[in-house]
């Protein structure tokens, strides 16, 4: 995830971007999709945009960030 690369690189803003752009494009689906949770995966992407936000603007002390992982369903691919 091109995203988690920009945090670990210092590169807040971009990390920030990423997720926006990812969690706009999963907005388009149902909240069930392909047997995932994807209304789940776009909560805690937001999560982590939140967290890495907050830690870009000062609100909140750098440190580690809650990146989500995307679980397909037994089964799938």
Do not use: C, W
């Not at 994807?38 to 609100?59: H, M, N, P, Q, Y």
């Amino acid at each position: 995830m091109r995203s988690i690369s920009h945090f670990q690189n210092g590169n807040l803003i971009g990390a920030v971007d990423l997720l926006k752009r990812g969690m706009e494009k999963m907005r388009r689906y149902p909240a069930r999709y392909m047997g995932m949770d994807s209304g789940v995966l776009v909560a805690k992407v937001e999560d982590a945009r939140t967290t890495i936000e907050a830690i870009r603007t000062g609100a909140r002390q750098a440190g580690p960030v809650a990146f989500p992982k995307i679980e397909t369903p037994e089964g799938a691919g």
